[in-house]
């Protein structure tokens, strides 16, 4: 159990053109979601937490309004970044738990997804 | 900013030897986990050990956890070709609900 897909796994797209992530939990209802940000090489950084419901929460330095996160049911989360450019390219990772606390709720991962903008 | 450092950023060993890593934070935590990532893909959560804990095994894998340090280690014996992949160390500083991830280890192991 405790499966999260994404979708799509890889998209390549023009620069200006938005991009829609989607982030499921397959088989349990998760409260909250997390989406994270990875450059070739190196660590996952938090870019934004989602809650159901509400709206989410940004991590500094990240636009809200470049990265818009809906949390629309306990079991999807979409990331769609807006008018993409070459910069936006990178493995974006969403990682979904039934609770919310860090310190107690396991964060169960998607297989990511490869976003190359032209 | 990133709370674990891990060391070293690459290892690579011989089929059969253990592999050693190491990770250290900066702020009180409640737990600390280990992941495994292959290239290009997800995260598996591989161990959670809590701060009362200073060991804890699963299968091949044994981690320490020394909080006076502010570090960790995770030790794969046996190693076997499959394991190569990044492996991260994720720290809840205490107060945040979130995880915050090392820079990773990349471990190679040679048939």
């Known amino acids: 159990g405790a499966v999260v897909s994404q979708h799509p796994s890889r998209v390549i797209c023009k620069s200006g053109t938005s991009v829609k992530i989607e982030c499921r939990s397959l088989?349990?209802?998760?409260?909250?979601m997390f989406w994270y940000r990875q450059f070739p090489k190196q660590s996952l950084m938090l870019m934004a937490t989602?809650?159901?419901?509400?709206?989410?929460?940004?991590e500094q330095g990240v636009e809200k309004d470049k990265f818009l996160i809906n949390h629309a049911s306990l079991t999807l989360s979409t990331l769609t970044v807006t008018s993409a450019h070459p910069e936006d390219s990178s493995f974006y990772i969403c990682s979904a738990s039934r609770g919310g606390r860090a310190s107690t709720d396991t964060q169960y991962f998607g297989p990511g997804t490869r976003l190359t903008v032209l | 900013s990133q709370q674990g450092e891990e060391d070293p950023q690459a290892l690579s060993i011989q089929e059969g030897e253990n592999a050693t890593m190491n990770c250290s934070y900066k702020?009180?935590?409640?737990?600390l986990q280990w992941y495994r990532q292959n290239s290009g893909r997800g995260l598996v959560h591989l161990i959670l050990?809590?701060?009362?804990?200073r060991e804890k095994h699963s299968g091949r894998l044994r981690v320490t956890l020394d909080t006076s340090k502010k570090s960790s280690s995770l030790l794969i014996t046996a190693s076997r070709a499959a394991d190569t992949a990044s492996y991260f160390c994720?720290?809840?500083?205490?107060?945040?609900?979130?995880?915050?991830f090392g820079q990773g280890t990349r471990l190679t192991i040679n048939p």
């Open positions: 702020t009180s935590i409640n737990n």
């Open positions: 050990i809590r701060s009362n804990e």
């Open positions: 994720a720290t809840d500083a205490a107060g945040a609900q979130k995880l915050v």
């Open positions: 989602s809650n159901e419901g509400s709206k989410a929460t940004y």
């Open positions: 088989d349990f209802q998760a409260t909250t």
